[in-house]
């Protein structure tokens, strides 16, 4: 089996590809998961601003720093504009499409304001600060902290994890339709799956954030 | 009570758990079923009018239909066929719930759609309303000692005689959850 591909090329199960398993899932199954690794299409809801910003922005929330990446972006903007929503919004908050727009504004305006420069041309560690501060803080511009951040987190994460590159990271085996499985317990590994070649945090958000504070 | 009397007495109760294939045999989705529903035009005169075929809706319906009523029971979301419609895949599966816009509020406020609601006949039912996993067997025989699991297992079983689905299937699981 050929090495998967990973995103960043990071991945601690060895030579596993989910995709390789591609065969034992129906065909239903198949086709929506395959065209997942189609290239996507222009953005056709973030403005050219917004999108410079928003692409460094879940390039740091996810850890995506280096190629092969996850086209995240694309897939958030495709939900936007065809209005495929998770089916609610908070009362704080103004309806997901909106809330995007507006919480890029603040964020552009904020680090304009403060740092005399867009969000996307500051230094790392500064980003991580400006980012890690919409967590912690009640409010984000006239918004709810907490709910910009979820809802940031909400749209990237599925973004992210519904792509087979993040299922080939974490050595997932896809779709268990009609394959299932048959080694349930823990330490048991299926015949196609790979053990954890690597216990440690792939993602060190929490080393970057103390070495951003110790600056 | 017999098993072969016990079933007996299922059926007489609950034809339409057997309207469904044996998971058994291979057969796919009854699409028969579908196409030979019975529809009503629009000056035809009826006995009930149901809103939604989720959970409710749709065992209402059935109930109904079966004592000789006229029903006619509408749905905003299509009838499933799960060979072409449903994927084994979660981000896939969005087509399922019911995400028309809603406002949540408060401090700790549960999140719609996805969680606690369904699109199509079935309602939520069609994703267990997304937190419930299918139990097999074997999740009675491992913790619970012989006499809670002989109590659970008759619970189960009559639960289960009410619950359409395929014999010894899904049913039984579901009403496992219902006492557990």
Same mark, same amino acid.
């Given at each position: 089996?050929?090495?998967?591909?990973? *995103?960043?090329?990071?991945?601690r199960f +060895?030579?596993?590809?989910?995709?390789?398993?591609?065969?034992t899932?129906d065909?239903?199954t198949?086709?929506?998961?395959?065209h997942?690794?189609?290239? *996507?299409?222009h953005?056709?809801f973030?403005?050219?601003?917004?999108e410079?910003?928003?692409r460094v922005?879940?390039?740091?929330?996810?850890g995506?720093?280096?190629?092969?990446?996850?086209?995240?972006? $694309?897939?958030?903007?495709?939900r936007?504009?065809?209005?495929?929503?998770?089916g609610?919004?908070?009362? $704080?908050?103004?309806?997901?499409?909106?809330a995007?727009?507006r919480?890029?504004r603040?964020?552009?305006?904020?680090c304009e304001r403060?740092h005399?420069?867009?969000f996307?041309d500051l230094?790392?560690?500064?980003q991580?600060d400006?980012?890690? @501060?919409?967590r912690?803080?009640?409010?984000?511009g006239?918004?709810p902290?907490r709910?910009?951040w979820?809802?940031w987190?909400?749209?990237?994460?599925?973004?992210?994890?519904?792509h *087979?590159? @993040?299922?080939?990271?974490?050595g997932? +085996?896809?779709? @268990?339709?009609?394959?299932?499985?048959k080694?349930l317990?823990?330490?048991q590994?299926? *015949?196609? $799956?790979?053990p954890?070649?690597?216990?440690?945090?792939?993602?060190p958000?929490?080393?970057?954030?103390?070495r951003?504070?110790?600056? | 009570?017999?098993?072969?009397?016990?079933?007996?007495?299922?059926?007489?109760?609950?034809?339409?758990a057997?309207?469904l294939?044996?998971?058994?045999t291979? !057969? %796919?989705?009854?699409?028969?079923?579908? &196409?030979?529903?019975?529809r009503?035009?629009d000056e035809? !005169?009826?006995?009930?009018?149901?809103?939604?075929?989720?959970?409710?809706g749709?065992?209402?319906?059935?109930?109904?239909?079966r004592?000789?009523?006229?029903?006619?029971c509408l &749905?905003?979301?299509p009838?499933?066929?799960p060979?072409?419609?449903?994927?084994?895949? !979660?981000?896939?599966?969005?087509?399922?719930y019911?995400? !028309?816009?809603? %406002?949540i509020?408060? &401090?700790?406020?549960?999140?719609?759609?996805?969680?606690?609601s369904?699109r199509?006949?079935?309602g939520?039912?069609v994703?267990f309303a997304?937190?419930?996993?299918r139990f097999?067997?074997?999740?009675?025989?491992?913790?619970?000692?012989?006499r809670?699991?002989r109590?659970?297992?008759?619970?189960?079983?009559? %639960?289960?005689?009410?619950l359409p689905?395929?014999?010894?299937?899904?049913?039984?699981?579901?009403?496992a959850?219902?006492?557990?």
């Open positions: 089996m050929a090495r998967g591909a990973t *995103p960043g090329g990071r991945g +060895g030579e596993f590809d989910v995709l390789g398993l591609a065969d899932w065909d239903a198949k086709g929506v998961v395959l997942r690794l189609v290239p *996507p299409p953005l056709r973030f403005t050219t601003t917004e410079a910003d928003c922005l879940l390039d740091l929330l996810l995506q720093d280096e190629e092969p990446k996850v086209p995240v972006i $694309e897939e958030i903007d495709r936007l504009v065809e209005a495929e929503g998770d609610w919004h908070h009362a $704080e908050m103004p309806p997901d499409a909106a995007w727009r919480s890029l603040i964020l552009r305006e904020g403060d005399g420069a867009a996307h230094d790392v560690d500064i991580m400006v980012v890690d @501060a919409v912690t803080s009640d409010r984000f006239d918004l902290g709910w910009v979820n809802l987190m909400r749209y990237a994460l599925a973004a992210f994890y519904q *087979p590159w @993040a299922w080939n990271e974490i997932f +085996g896809g779709p @268990a339709y009609p394959r299932g499985y080694n317990g823990v330490g590994l299926e *015949p196609w $799956e790979r954890d070649g690597d216990p440690r945090n792939p993602i958000w929490s080393e970057r954030l103390e951003s504070k110790r600056r | 009570m017999s098993r072969v009397g016990w079933l007996r007495g299922v059926k007489k109760r609950n034809a339409s057997w309207l294939p044996r998971q058994t291979g !057969e %796919v989705f009854p699409v028969g079923l579908v &196409e030979r529903m019975r009503y035009d035809d !005169e009826v006995d009930i009018v149901v809103v939604g075929c989720g959970a409710g749709g065992v209402l319906s059935q109930r109904l239909a004592a000789g009523w006229r029903v006619v &749905e905003a979301g009838f499933w066929d060979r072409h419609d449903w994927v084994s895949d !979660e981000a896939g599966s969005r087509h399922l019911w995400t !028309e816009p809603r %406002v509020s408060g &401090e700790d406020p549960v999140p719609l759609g996805a969680n606690n369904g199509g006949v079935g939520s039912m994703h997304g937190y419930v996993p097999h067997p074997s999740d009675f025989c491992t913790v619970l000692g012989r809670r699991r109590r659970l297992a008759h619970l189960v079983r009559r %639960v289960a005689t009410v689905g395929p014999r010894g299937g899904t049913a039984g699981r579901g009403a959850l219902a006492v557990g």
